[in-house]
C-alpha cells in the first residue's frame, strides 16, 4: 500500500502555525515510510488537473474556486483528505447515527472523502462509514501513518459501476414459498435490531449542507444518484449444492490439468493444494439506501448473485417483479463483499466435504444456505454463535465497501477453516472483524437467529409479544 500511494499537498492559501506542524509531520512520517509528498507544481498536470491515482491533502479552508475537487481528472480515482485545525464535530456522547450525520455532512459541505481534525493533544481520521479514530500525539507518527492512514488513503469507497454488475430490473420472483420464507426471517431480523443505535439507518442527501447546487450534483453523481447513505446489511445466501474439492497431489503439475482447471479455484489448506468448484450464486440482500431496522420487504429485498459467463465470475443484481418505478435502486456500495462472502461459504463447503466429509456446514448450505449480518460495531466475545470463528483483527483497516475488503473476507474465512480443522473444532461459520469499521457474522444460523444473540436485551420483549 506504501508503494502505490501518490499523494499530493494542496494546501489553502492561509495555514495555521499548528496546520503547518502537521503537514510537515505527515509528509516526514511519509517519508519514513518511503512515501514522497509531491507539492501541487509537481504533481499537477498542463491542465492543471491531479492525475487518477493521485491523493489530495488538503489542509486548511478552501475558497470554492479552490477547491481540491475542481482539480480531479475523475471522481472515482482521487482521494480527497481536507485536514482541519480543529477538534472533530463530534461529542463523547455522540450516538453511533449522529456522529455519522456531522461527518457525511462535512464531507458533504468541504467536498472530500476523509476528514482529519488537528488539535493541540491529538488528531483524528473520520470517514464516511462513521468510523473515527484519534491518535494522541499532537503530531503523526510513522506507525500511525502506516498501520490506519495508508489503508484508508489506498482502498476507495466506490459504488459498483455500471460495467461491474448486470442491472435485471423486474425479475425477482417473490411468490415462492423459499422467497416467503426468507423475507419472514428478514422481518423478524429487523424488527430485533429495531432499537439497536449501532445499525446506523439512513443519512439523506437532501438535508446536508451544500455550498452550491454544483457540488450537489457532484455528491450525487459520486453517490450513483442515491437519495441518501444507509450502512450495514443483512443477507440470506440461497442453498447451494457444492462439489467436493480435488485433493492436488502433484500441485506443480497443475499446468496439465487445463481442463479440470476451468470453473475452479486453487486453495492450500493444511499444507494441501485443493482445485475447488466455483458454483453459481444467489443471495438474497437488502436494497441499498433501505431502512434495515424497519423492512418492507416487497420493496426493500434484492437478489443479486454471481454466474459463470466466458470463464470468468459476472455479478447481477435483480430487482422484485412489481417493484414500484418510486423505489430507487442501486447497487449496494457492500456488493462486492456480500458476494466474497457468498464464494468463501461455497468454497468452504467443497473443501470440507473433502477434508471432513461429516461436517455439517455442507449439508447445511444445500438444504437453507447461510445467513450474513454487517453493522458497524464489535460484538462481546461472549455473544458469538458456538462454532464460529473470528478473523481478520490483524488485517490493514479498511472499509467493507473496498475490494480490498472483499479479499480479506474470503481469505480470512479460508484461515478460519484451517485453524478449526487443526484444532478439531466444528466449523458453522465466522465472524470477520473489521478494524475502525465493523463486524460480519457469516454462517448456519438464520438472520433472526443471528440478531437474538447480537441483542439479548430485544429479545425477551419481543418473545413476549408473540402470541
Same mark, same amino acid.
Given at each position: 500500500?506504501?508503494?502505490?500511494?501518490?499523494?499530493?499537498?494542496? @494546501?489553502? !492559501?492561509?495555514?495555521?502555525?499548528?496546520?503547518?506542524?502537521?503537514?510537515?509531520?505527515?509528509?516526514?512520517?511519509?517519508?519514513?515510510?518511503?512515501? %514522497?509528498?509531491?507539492?501541487?507544481?509537481?504533481?499537477?498536470? $498542463?491542465?492543471?488537473?491531479?492525475?487518477?491515482?493521485?491523493?489530495?491533502?488538503? /489542509?486548511?479552508?478552501?475558497?470554492?474556486?479552490?477547491?481540491?475537487?475542481?482539480?480531479?481528472?475523475?471522481?472515482?480515482?482521487?482521494?480527497?483528505?481536507?485536514?482541519?485545525?480543529?477538534? !472533530?464535530?463530534?461529542?463523547?456522547?455522540? =450516538?453511533?447515527?449522529?456522529? =455519522?450525520?456531522?461527518?457525511? *455532512?462535512?464531507?458533504?459541505?468541504?467536498?472530500?472523502?476523509?476528514?482529519?481534525?488537528?488539535?493541540? &493533544?491529538?488528531?483524528?481520521?473520520?470517514?464516511?462509514?462513521?468510523?473515527?479514530? #484519534?491518535?494522541?500525539?499532537?503530531?503523526? =507518527?510513522?506507525?500511525?501513518?502506516?498501520?490506519?492512514?495508508?489503508?484508508?488513503?489506498?482502498?476507495?469507497?466506490?459504488?459498483?459501476?455500471?460495467?461491474?454488475?448486470?442491472?435485471?430490473?423486474?425479475?425477482?420472483?417473490?411468490?415462492?414459498?423459499?422467497?416467503?420464507?426468507?423475507?419472514?426471517?428478514?422481518?423478524?431480523?429487523? %424488527?430485533?435490531?429495531?432499537?439497536?443505535?449501532?445499525?446506523?439507518?439512513?443519512?439523506?442527501?437532501?438535508?446536508?449542507?451544500?455550498?452550491?447546487?454544483?457540488?450537489?450534483?457532484?455528491?450525487?453523481?459520486?453517490?450513483?444518484?442515491?437519495? *441518501?447513505?444507509?450502512?450495514?446489511?443483512?443477507?440470506?445466501? +440461497?442453498?447451494?449444492?457444492?462439489?467436493?474439492?480435488?485433493?492436488?497431489?502433484?500441485?506443480?503439475?497443475?499446468?496439465?490439468?487445463?481442463?479440470?482447471?476451468?470453473?475452479?479455484?486453487?486453495?492450500?489448506?493444511?499444507?494441501?493444494?485443493?482445485?475447488?468448484?466455483? @458454483?453459481?450464486?444467489?443471495?438474497?440482500?437488502?436494497?441499498?439506501?433501505?431502512?434495515?431496522?424497519?423492512?418492507?420487504?416487497?420493496?426493500?429485498?434484492?437478489?443479486?448473485?454471481?454466474?459463470?459467463?466466458? *470463464?470468468?465470475?459476472?455479478?447481477?443484481?435483480?430487482?422484485?417483479?412489481?417493484?414500484?418505478?418510486?423505489?430507487?435502486?442501486?447497487?449496494?456500495?457492500? #456488493?462486492?463483499?456480500?458476494?466474497?462472502?457468498?464464494?468463501?461459504?461455497?468454497?468452504?463447503?467443497?473443501?470440507?466435504?473433502?477434508?471432513? @466429509?461429516?461436517?455439517?456446514?455442507?449439508? &447445511?448450505?444445500?438444504?437453507?444456505?447461510?445467513?450474513?449480518?454487517?453493522?458497524?460495531?464489535?460484538?462481546?466475545?461472549?455473544?458469538?454463535?458456538?462454532?464460529?470463528?473470528? &478473523?481478520?483483527?490483524? $488485517?490493514? /483497516?479498511?472499509?467493507?465497501?473496498?475490494?480490498?475488503?472483499?479479499?480479506?473476507?474470503? +481469505?480470512?474465512?479460508?484461515?478460519?477453516?484451517?485453524?478449526?480443522?487443526?484444532?478439531?473444532?466444528?466449523?458453522?461459520?465466522?465472524?470477520?472483524?473489521?478494524?475502525?469499521?465493523?463486524?460480519?457474522?457469516?454462517?448456519?444460523?438464520?438472520?433472526?437467529? #443471528?440478531?437474538?444473540?447480537?441483542? @439479548?436485551?430485544?429479545?425477551?420483549?419481543?418473545?413476549?409479544?408473540?402470541?
Amino acid at each position: 500500500m506504501c508503494k502505490r500511494l501518490r499523494p499530493v499537498l494542496y @494546501p489553502a !492559501p492561509a495555514l495555521s502555525p499548528r496546520l503547518e506542524r502537521f503537514c510537515c509531520a505527515l509528509a516526514d512520517a511519509m517519508l519514513a515510510l518511503g512515501i %514522497a509528498v509531491r507539492s501541487e507544481e509537481q504533481a499537477a498536470g $498542463n491542465d492543471g488537473r491531479f492525475a487518477p491515482g493521485t491523493v489530495i491533502l488538503a /489542509p486548511g479552508f478552501f475558497p470554492d474556486n479552490l477547491l481540491a475537487i475542481n482539480r480531479v481528472t475523475t471522481l472515482y480515482n482521487n482521494i480527497i483528505v481536507g485536514i482541519y485545525d480543529e477538534a !472533530p464535530p463530534l461529542t463523547p456522547n455522540s =450516538l453511533p447515527q449522529e456522529r =455519522l450525520d456531522a461527518i457525511v *455532512g462535512r464531507l458533504a459541505r468541504d467536498m472530500v472523502h476523509i476528514l482529519i481534525f488537528v488539535t493541540d &493533544h491529538s488528531w483524528s481520521i473520520c470517514t464516511m462509514n462513521g468510523g473515527v479514530v #484519534t491518535f494522541n500525539t499532537p503530531l503523526p =507518527l510513522p506507525e500511525d501513518v502506516r498501520n490506519t492512514l495508508v489503508p484508508k488513503l489506498t482502498a476507495q469507497v466506490v459504488p459498483p459501476r455500471g460495467e461491474d454488475i448486470d442491472m435485471e430490473l423486474g425479475t425477482m420472483e417473490c411468490r415462492t414459498t423459499e422467497f416467503e420464507s426468507v423475507a419472514q426471517d428478514f422481518l423478524e431480523c429487523s %424488527a430485533l435490531w429495531g432499537s439497536n443505535a449501532c445499525l446506523l439507518t439512513h443519512t439523506s442527501t437532501e438535508g446536508l449542507e451544500y455550498r452550491s447546487n454544483f457540488y450537489k450534483r457532484i455528491v450525487a453523481r459520486y453517490l450513483d444518484q442515491r437519495s *441518501g447513505m444507509s450502512y450495514g446489511f443483512f443477507a440470506r445466501q +440461497l442453498p447451494i449444492s457444492v462439489q467436493p474439492a480435488i485433493i492436488l497431489e502433484e500441485p506443480e503439475a497443475m499446468d496439465e490439468h487445463g481442463e479440470m482447471m476451468a470453473g475452479m479455484v486453487r486453495v492450500s489448506v493444511q499444507g494441501q493444494t485443493l482445485l475447488v468448484p466455483v @458454483p453459481q450464486l444467489r443471495v438474497i440482500t437488502t436494497r441499498s439506501g433501505c431502512k434495515k431496522n424497519h423492512l418492507e420487504t416487497k420493496n426493500d429485498l434484492l437478489e443479486i448473485g454471481l454466474v459463470q459467463r466466458n *470463464g470468468r465470475g459476472r455479478a447481477y443484481l435483480k430487482t422484485p417483479m412489481g417493484c414500484p418505478p418510486e423505489v430507487i435502486v442501486k447497487p449496494s456500495f457492500d #456488493t462486492l463483499t456480500i458476494l466474497a462472502h457468498a464464494l468463501g461459504n461455497a468454497l468452504t463447503a467443497s473443501i470440507l466435504m473433502t477434508l471432513r @466429509p461429516e461436517a455439517r456446514f455442507p449439508r &447445511h448450505l444445500a438444504s437453507f444456505g447461510a445467513s450474513m449480518t454487517h453493522w458497524h460495531d464489535y460484538p462481546e466475545s461472549g455473544l458469538l454463535p458456538e462454532g464460529y470463528h473470528r &478473523h481478520g483483527e490483524e $488485517n490493514p /483497516p479498511v472499509a467493507c465497501s473496498t475490494p480490498q475488503s472483499a479479499a480479506y473476507s474470503m +481469505l480470512g474465512k479460508i484461515a478460519a477453516l484451517e485453524i478449526a480443522l487443526e484444532e478439531g473444532k466444528s466449523y458453522r461459520g465466522d465472524v470477520h472483524v473489521e478494524p475502525n469499521h465493523g463486524t460480519n457474522i457469516v454462517g448456519i444460523l438464520s438472520l433472526a437467529e #443471528t440478531a437474538r444473540l447480537m441483542n @439479548p436485551a430485544r429479545t425477551p420483549e419481543l418473545l413476549h409479544e408473540e402470541p
